[in-house]
């Protein structure tokens, strides 16, 4: 390699370890940069400086917004209010104008719930799981998933509410609360666990995704021209001064955070899946279903993330922050996680043969040949094809063909839940109460109205907020490193 | 009542690269001071230990929050399923901390969450709106790309001349009285 000469003459200082952990001794600062091949990939390209990230980022919500945005949110808000007009007409009318019956009487709207909320867990994986595992490259993306996140599960929630008819009964089954009986909710079931599972999830994703933002809330404040402006975002920043006695306490509590919300993650969609497996149902009662649905939220969050982010890196011209290393990376964890969820379908089949129960086999039989055997392909083609084209970098690194199969991964979640629900419930042990469940347009608009109401709040939320997270992303770049040439160590310091 | 008296609250420092105050923070514990700071746009490996600074005690409120969600979700579950209003159902136990357990489990996490926030924002005396920093024009880029040290008045080190020819001495590129 031409750069070899030069790497081994700048490697000469090496460890700088000893001693830095123990607050009593100073740390060391080594003025060399790291030698050429043990130099990470750059997080930030073209060696941007730490105000240019600062306009960059910011900029996006101080500039008008771009002329699409308009029409943009006029379609995605029209698209909320047709969802919220939809809810009403079916609380005024009654569950009955959705299509769903015995004996399928879980079905779009359960597939919706699980789809929204399995969409969420790649933001708060991207928060936690990757900050306890130390990829810096979440950094870039870490503030629009975990806004995602929310967003989904303020999608997810409406579903299961609305699915009950009389959602003015929900204050006595969801918060534990005696109804006119004086009777108690019990615990023994796994749907009052999910309401605190849920719930638990919203609330968590949206104190660590504030936590976030208090150090960006106060760059904003900073810049802020004009004094509403400088009023809400000083008020929300809380009096953020950037001390390093506060970012110490800061810190800490970040990662406290990632380390409570990676059980966490973990624990909603396994509680999601007991809602199926804790069943007696052929085709839900099976112990495989808590990995595999954690496996398939993450996978489907992950085709929601390349959706969002590859529009938005482009029209934001934020190139140099969520780069082209960036895609690629989370084009893995597709291609891993949709592995997983591979090997879950056919591990599904094989223990309905294996297990040697009639009615398991039957049920899967049933899945892949019955009268939806099209939802079913649908799902294989989107979900256990498509990701593996992701073994190829040129794939990997082509944005725009990315984006298309993240598509792809989105469809073919949504079809996976639906097949698991429906074609699950839709045949049951006696032949004569089999049915066949067919969607009415309030369904379907209903679900088409909940992506208005999704990127309304993203929409906003580019709007007004810093949709990449300032200080994390300028805290990994080769200008915050004291002992880094670019952070200002010199030769002979110290 | 209208002319508002300010007076010196502190002397301020501004530097231009994270080692730069890195290197001034050694300086400044090093000469014995202790009502001082130092604030950058984002946190700066190292500069714990150079300031001198403990292990942040906000693991105790999480610790505090969890335990206590813990428990108060096995509580409610036995007083509402077994002591106030027991039921059979499905001839399961009346009370297992097996079936209690998701529940507490999420509680765990929810008010352990709460304690982590709530304590790092106690521990940071957060939220502080007013701040004599914010006087302070330059003081604006700290959330940009400037690094500054602040040694306050009320240390008993601080003395307008010997503090500000210490500062000078670290290489700050502006040094300025903070007024309140």
């Known amino acids: ?494 | 009542m209208s002319a508002t008296q300010t007076r010196p609250v502190g002397l301020l420092a501004q530097y231009e690269t994270p080692a730069d105050l890195l290197h001034a923070a050694l300086e400044v514990r090093d000469a014995g001071y202790r009502q001082w700071d130092v604030y950058s746009p984002f946190p700066i490996h190292g500069m714990d230990a150079a300031m001198g600074l403990k292990n942040s005690k906000v693991g105790y409120f999480t610790f505090a929050g969890g335990i206590t969600g813990f428990f108060s979700g096995m509580l409610m579950i036995w007083f509402m399923n077994k002591f106030d209003y027991p039921i059979v159902v499905g001839g399961k136990p009346l009370f297992t901390p097996l079936f209690a357990f998701p529940v507490s489990y999420e509680l765990t996490i929810l008010l352990g969450a709460f304690g982590t926030l709530f304590g790092m924002a106690f521990l940071n005396r957060l939220p502080k709106l007013y701040n004599p920093l914010f006087n302070v024009e330059r003081f604006r880029r700290v959330t940009d790309d400037k690094f500054f040290v602040y040694i306050e008045a009320i240390d008993p080190k601080y003395s307008a001349e010997s503090t500000r020819s210490l500062l000078e001495k670290t290489g700050a590129t502006a040094i300025e009285v903070v007024e309140d």
């Open chain 1, 1 to 494: 390699m031409a750069n070899a000469a030069a790497m081994s003459a700048g490697s000469a200082p090496s460890s700088n370890t000893g001693g830095a952990h123990s607050h009593a001794a100073p740390p060391k600062i080594v003025a060399a940069a790291p030698p050429r091949e043990l130099e990470r990939y750059p997080l930030v390209l073209n060696n941007r400086p730490l105000n240019w990230i600062t306009e960059r980022i910011a900029g996006v919500c101080e500039k008008p917004m771009p002329v699409w945005w308009w029409p943009a949110f006029i379609a995605s808000f029209g698209g909320m209010m047709m969802m919220f007009g939809l809810v009403a007409y079916l609380i005024a009318t009654g569950v009955g104008v959705w299509g769903l019956n015995q004996p399928a009487a879980w079905a779009w709207d359960i597939t919706n719930f699980v789809f929204w909320i399995g969409i969420g867990h790649a933001g708060t994986l991207i928060s936690a799981v990757l900050c306890l595992l130390r990829q810096k490259w979440r950094t870039a993306i870490n503030r629009a998933a975990e806004a995602m996140t929310l967003f989904a599960v303020a999608c997810a929630g409406i579903f299961p509410v609305v699915h009950t008819g009389r959602v003015w009964m929900a204050l006595w089954w969801l918060p534990p609360i005696p109804n006119n009986m004086a009777i108690w909710p019990q615990f023994r079931s796994p749907l009052l666990w999910d309401v605190f599972a849920v719930s638990t999830y919203g609330t968590v994703s949206l104190l660590f995704w504030y936590t976030g933002l208090v150090p960006d809330l106060a760059t904003l404040r900073d810049r802020a021209t004009c004094k509403i402006k400088r009023l809400l975002y000083g008020f929300f920043s809380l009096g953020w001064t950037g001390s390093n006695r506060n970012w110490s306490n800061y810190e800490k509590a970040y990662l406290i955070l990632a380390g409570l919300s990676t059980p966490l993650v973990l624990s909603v969609h396994s509680i999601v899946s007991f809602d199926f497996a804790v069943s007696q149902v052929p085709g839900w009662h099976t112990t495989i279903f808590p990995p595999y649905f954690v496996a398939g939220a993450i996978f489907s969050g992950f085709g929601m993330v390349l959706t969002l982010m590859i529009p938005m890196r482009t029209l934001f011209h934020l190139e140099d922050i969520i780069t082209v290393k960036h895609v690629e990376l989370m084009c893995k964890v597709i291609l891993a996680t949709g592995s997983m969820v591979g090997y879950a379908y056919g591990m599904e089949f094989f223990i309905a043969w294996y297990g040697g129960s009639p009615y398991e086999l039957y049920a899967f039989k049933n899945r892949a040949f019955g009268p939806y055997w099209w939802a079913y392909w649908s799902m294989i083609t989107c979900n256990v094809i498509s990701p593996h084209l992701f073994w190829s970098k040129t794939i990997r690194t082509n944005v725009v063909l990315v984006w298309i199969i993240a598509g792809f991964v989105n469809v073919g979640m949504w079809f996976e839940r639906f097949v698991i629900i429906v074609t699950s419930i839709h045949r049951d042990y006696l032949p004569s109460s089999w049915g066949y469940f067919t969607p009415t347009w309030v369904d379907v608009f209903t679900f088409v109205g909940s992506f208005g109401l999704f990127m309304t709040l993203f929409l906003l939320f580019i709007r007004y907020l810093p949709a990449i997270a300032i200080s994390e992303v300028k805290a990994v770049t080769p200008q915050a490193d004291p002992h880094h040439p670019l952070g200002g160590a010199k030769e002979h310091h110290h």
